[in-house]
């Protein structure tokens, strides 16, 4: 019987592909993301210490520095993206989601900013939005690192996530109900702006487990 060489090259190249994929390149892309997630993490956790009595501008020059390690995370990720032949997703999916956790902490960033300008006597109503961004970024970080061994976990963890901004949302409306119910006076309109700018926060993070989702959806096809 003859050999089908051409079919049997393709099927040594896919091997080899996957290889590639469960070996150095699929796990340091996913290292890299999850670099990302740590430090949207960070950022999370300096604006509950905040929220908790740090220093506003202590905390502004600690943001500083956490954004600059997401962004050499993140500059690292899109040039090895450049160099690899394998990813664990879509190359545009990676972008993607590596953009929307970027936004996070951008928008993260732009918060403490925002806290220390406008100077409301009392960051305490963020502090529970804050702790469900933390356990949402906790959720994408295992989602992520899941991506190559144990996608069929991922759906759970993205769920997770998703989950988490919407206890964002919820808490949102809810601090909103109360100021409402308050003199309308300019630490009310201060407190309202930072309502929306954590709302703007919680939007990142559910495109970038919507990302995360849809890779996963067009990689199980």
């Known amino acids: 019987m003859a050999v089908n060489r051409p079919a049997r090259r393709r099927r040594r190249g896919l091997a080899r592909a996957w290889d590639e994929l469960r070996g150095g390149s699929g796990r340091g892309v996913v290292d890299l993301v999850r670099e990302q997630i ?46 690899v032949l394998v990813t664990p997703i879509d190359r545009e999916d990676l972008f993607r989601l590596s953009r929307s956790i970027d936004d996070v902490l951008d928008q993260l960033r732009d918060y403490v900013r925002e806290a220390d300008i406008f100077g409301p006597d009392d960051l305490g109503f963020a502090a529970e939005p804050l702790q469900a961004l933390a356990e949402g970024l906790d959720e994408l970080e295992l989602a992520v690192q899941h991506m190559i061994d144990d996608p069929g976990s991922v759906t759970e963890a993205v ?28 630490d009310t309109l201060r407190r309202r702006e930072l309502l929306s700018r954590m709302d703007a926060v919680g939007q990142r993070l559910g495109e970038a487990a919507d990302a995360l989702a849809d890779a996963m959806l067009k990689r199980s096809h």
């Open 38 to 83: 740590a430090a949207a993490k960070a950022g999370a956790h300096l604006a509950a210490e905040m929220a908790a009595g740090l220093d506003r501008a202590l905390a502004r020059t600690r943001m500083t520095e956490v954004e600059h390690q997401g962004d050499a995370a993140r500059a690292e990720l899109v040039t090895l993206l450049r160099r």
């Open 159 to 186: 769920l997770a996530t998703r989950k988490a901004r919407t206890r964002m949302r919820q808490l949102r409306q809810s601090r909103l109900g109360e100021l409402f119910t308050m003199p309308l006076d300019m």
